[in-house]
């Protein structure tokens, strides 16, 4: 049992403190890279820990998790990219206000909903790790299948106004998810016999693409000049806009600790959940798409809260729910550390140092982000025309890191006028994100469920967890799809009328 | 002609080209129920039936004389030829990177992009550059350890 003493302790006879900063902003500046996700900047760190002591090792890497999870919300708010794949869903209403002249503000929200979020994640990981392994243990295929579906509704709500639109983007994902190894039987698919596309088209090829490149082309083509207020700084959010992003943040809150115990879930499904939830029940829904605050705050105290509450399956039995938990895994077995109960016991200070360093990297989170976001302001402030070259070249960097393929590249570009005559034809990219980002995991688990059972499709309603999640995605498409026909509805009959 | 009815016959044509392509996909043993071809096959049919959708919805709501296009950006449609020049600077720096490495490479990429985009030529737009070039490779080559295309001319140097 870990005492008030054991806490002073770590905080004074190590450098713990230096670690969780050093982490921290590691990963800022590692999330704020577009390209450059979590995991890679984990893995980037993770040589470096090899000489450390194990216990500011492994605080480092949760350190630096937690720092990408918040970086990642920078670039997705002031050039329309999101650095990490679980900031996605802050592009949305974190760059319509950058648009509006409230980057400050929408940092400011990001930021404070971040560190929101953190300690809620924090609390419930010291809380919940141990009474709640079994859960993570319990995951069998037909749950990943219904984990899968889950994400997938979301889509209906997401389309834009155009459902039609919506699903077909999102098959389209779904078709570029199928490009690669097939998960079962190992036979290559949409392969074309290139080496590069063996392991697939990277998730984040496609949100580089049809967020960052699409954004880039189009700033390009029009003759709008998008130009930051020089007098932009970081604005932190006063108790009264706190106070009114209570709600869209408990929802980023909860959620985010909904997925973070799942395996699989990760940071990107909780915070388009996020999203969707905090619109449903916002009190004023008709600004989400156009600078919503909540639609900031919601999914980035989601996306901060998986950054602590992932590590709960990994640490009682060694799942990792994200690419980013899985380098932590490796950080583990490197030091000879294998999660479960006994890691409890044999090395309770690895554990105490996780929830230490994690502690003061998020309530260093303020002070570091305000120093780094400023520097970030001030490059976006910069003349369109550098600008845009140093940020094309930056994107172009950041995903030759991923695999040192120079095909990623033509892949992305290629994407990137995927996007920008989606963007002409009035398709939504988020639907095709999602379809990509859950495509494998959707089918492999279906396919490995139907071998389970024989082909008994019985076995998705026999799995309570599976039924469960199912449910939840059936509720959540009836409830946005019959939103849909309101709205539409109604539109009709104000045509009407005028 | 609508775009509505241009984007169902686009996911008309990618459903069949994608169809034909799965039926390509080579038997395994290893292969289960539902084997490698099954999803591939039945999202083509669902982007088929989508694309069919958006042709009758096209068809039906120009003869309603309704507008068609919401959401769509006509302003988007008309820089169409810019903004394909502008991602051409990014296929030629894929296309000159393993010859010319990583620091001549963005060097170029960083001022090709500011003059296209406007920017005066004066020594500001080179020492952008190449300031620029050196910074990244500052940061991806020497801090991140990340193996950038050194160049085949200038191989041996670095």
Not at chain 1, 148 to 169: N, P, Q
Not at chain 1, 272 to 293: D, H, I, V
Not at chain 2, 4 to 16: H, K, M, W
Not at chain 2, 87 to 107: C, N, S
Request: charged share 10%.
């Amino acid at each position: 049992m870990t005492t008030f003493w054991d806490i002073i302790h770590l905080l004074t006879e190590t450098p713990l403190f230096f670690v969780a900063i050093g982490g921290l902003t590691w990963g800022i500046l590692g999330g704020a890279l577009p390209g450059i996700s979590a995991s890679i900047t984990m893995a980037l760190v993770l040589p470096f820990t090899y000489t450390m002591d194990p216990a500011q090792a492994i605080a480092l890497l949760a350190c630096v998790y937690i720092g990408a999870e918040y970086g990642g919300s920078i670039p997705a708010i002031l050039i329309r990219t999101p650095g990490t794949n679980s900031s996605a869903a802050t592009v949305i209403d974190g760059y319509e206000m950058n648009r509006q002249g409230r980057a400050g503000e929408a940092l400011g929200i990001s930021l404070m909903s971040g560190v929101v979020g953190s300690l809620f994640g924090l609390a419930m990981l010291i809380l919940l790790t141990e009474p709640l392994s079994w859960l993570a243990l319990a995951f069998t295929p037909p749950s990943y299948f219904g984990l899968g579906i889950l994400g997938l509704s979301v889509i209906a709500s997401m389309s834009g106004g155009s459902l039609i639109k919506g699903l077909a983007a999102a098959t389209v994902g779904l078709m570029i998810a199928t490009v690669g190894t097939d998960p079962i039987s190992g036979v290559t698919r949409f392969t074309f016999d290139i080496p590069d596309l063996l392991g697939g088209i990277e998730p984040v090829l496609v949100m580089v693409g049809l967020f960052a490149l699409t954004e880039l082309m189009s700033q390009s083509g029009s003759s709008t000049v998008l130009q930051l207020n020089e007098t932009i700084r970081i604005k932190l959010p006063s108790w009264s806009m706190m106070n009114k992003l209570k709600r869209s943040q408990t929802i980023g809150c909860i959620l985010g600790l909904f997925e973070g115990l799942t395996p699989g879930g990760g940071g990107s499904i909780a915070a388009f959940m996020s999203y969707n939830e905090a619109k449903r029940w916002s009190k004023t829904p008709q600004l989400f798409g156009k600078g919503s605050e909540e639609g900031v705050a919601a999914p980035e105290a989601a996306n901060n809260t998986v950054a602590s509450t992932a590590l709960i399956p990994l640490l009682s039995f060694g799942i990792p729910s994200s690419n980013s938990t899985a380098v932590l895994l490796g950080g583990l077995l490197m030091h000879g550390l294998i999660p479960g109960p006994r890691l409890f016991e044999q090395s309770a200070q690895v554990i105490d140092s996780i929830y230490v360093g994690s502690f003061i990297a998020i309530i260093a989170q303020i002070g570091v982000g305000m120093i780094i976001l400023p520097a970030c302001i001030w490059l976006v402030n910069r003349p369109r025309a550098y600008r845009a070259g140093f940020i094309f070249a930056l994107i172009l960097s950041g995903i030759f890191t991923l695999n040192n393929s120079l095909f990623d590249l033509g892949i992305a570009l290629a994407l990137g006028l995927v996007g920008y005559l989606m963007r002409i034809a009035g398709f939504p990219v988020l639907p095709m994100i999602l379809g990509v980002v859950l495509g494998h995991m959707v089918e492999s688990s279906y396919r490995r469920s139907l071998v389970l059972s024989g082909g008994d499709h019985m076995i998705f309603l026999q799995d309570p967890i599976a039924v469960c999640l199912l449910s939840i995605a059936l509720i959540f498409v009836v409830f946005s799809l019959s939103r849909e026909f309101r709205d539409a509805r109604k539109t009709k009959i104000e045509e009407a009328h005028s | 002609m609508n775009k509505d009815l241009i984007s169902g016959v686009v996911l008309l044509a990618v459903s069949g080209t994608y169809y034909a392509w799965s039926s390509q996909i080579a038997d395994s043993t290893l292969s289960d129920e539902v084997g490698a071809t099954g999803l591939p096959h039945v999202l083509s049919i669902i982007l088929a039936i989508l694309g069919v959708l958006l042709i009758a919805r096209a068809i039906l709501l120009r003869r309603a004389r309704t507008a068609t296009a919401a959401g769509t950006d006509d302003d988007q449609d008309a820089h169409l030829p810019r903004a394909i020049g502008f991602l051409l600077l990014g296929a030629v720096y894929v296309f000159v990177l393993p010859f010319i490495g990583y620091v001549a490479g963005t060097a170029l990429l960083i001022g090709a992009v500011a003059l296209y985009e406007g920017a005066p030529r004066n020594w500001v737009v080179l020492a952008a550059a190449v300031g620029g070039a050196v910074f990244y490779w500052a940061i991806f080559v020497k801090l991140l350890g990340v193996h950038q295309p050194v160049g085949s001319l200038f191989q041996g140097m670095f």
